[in-house]
């Protein structure tokens, strides 16, 4: 078995992998306030609660866009795996060739999703990762990365909106029932989710006006709602990034 973490700026996400089959997943939120030992005593919580012998891990991944909790974070893999972990990031063998402007300032969790997406389907495609910033990369058919687009994520997007108006509440995110949305909340929820779709649709049309046909693949927390509501992604798959990361361990094996 291999561990993968992924380590997010609003939530610590680790799985469990049996190939490429997810055996246990698990959500933290990511503080950079949290010591070794306190990961430590998460670590032996979940997988006690599980039922996983950490003794029977054989490797662990680590993908991070948030540097600040790498220190505490290793010594722990240290400690409760007595395992080196593999870090994504330069020197790692991938599978796939980044060749934008700046290849060091692309995040770790970009690369896993499309070494992922590379592997399971080949061809060229769009990855599409919901999370705190909604990523949207695009991956030629001979797996070299040149472009991608950042955009607010829609909690991000939700957070902004009722912490900067006075009298907005904060919501839950869902879609509402219909367009017709005739209070303060279904308003909120209508804008924030069917202007999500219209921009995800877009920058899909954008992007393939471009490239030609690709295939789209999403992932992400709140990606399912926006994936649900149209038909111009082709997968939505939540373990994107843990199978990314257990494919760059197996490159990465001597």
């Known amino acids: 078995m291999v561990t993968v973490i992924d380590v997010g700026n609003t939530n610590i996400t680790v799985g469990v992998m049996q190939g490429l089959e997810v055996v246990a997943s698990f959500r933290l939120t990511t503080s950079q306030r949290r010591t070794s030992d306190e990961f430590v005593a998460i670590f032996y919580a979940l997988f006690r609660g599980n039922k996983i012998e950490a003794a029977k891990v054989e490797g662990v991944v680590i993908s991070s866009v948030v540097p600040k909790v790498m220190h505490s974070l290793k010594n722990s893999i ?13 020197g790692i063998k991938t599978g796939i060739l980044v060749k934008t402007e700046n290849p060091k300032a692309i995040g770790a969790d970009r690369i896993v999703n499309l070494v992922a997406g590379h592997h399971l389907h080949g061809g060229s495609l769009i990855v599409i990762d919901f999370g705190t910033a909604t990523t949207y990369d695009y991956l030629s058919a001979e797996g070299i990365f040149d472009f991608g687009l950042t955009a607010p994520g829609i909690e991000t997007a939700a957070t902004a909106l009722w912490s900067k108006a006075a009298q907005l509440p904060e ?20 804008g924030l989710v069917f202007g999500y779709i219209g921009q995800t649709e877009y920058i899909i049309k954008k992007i393939k006006e471009e490239v030609g ?42």
């Open 171 to 190: 919501i839950e995110i869902k879609m509402p029932d219909s367009i017709k949305c005739k209070n303060t909340i279904t308003s909120m929820q209508g």
């Open 213 to 254: 046909q690709v295939r789209v693949m999403a992932t992400g927390g709140l990606g399912r709602i926006i994936c649900n509501e149209t038909n111009m992604i082709d997968e939505y798959d939540p373990y994107l990034s843990f199978k990314g990361m257990k494919i760059i361990y197996d490159k990465n094996q001597k």
């Open 78 to 90: 240290y400690k409760f795996f007595n395992l080196e972990p593999i870090i994504v990031g330069v």
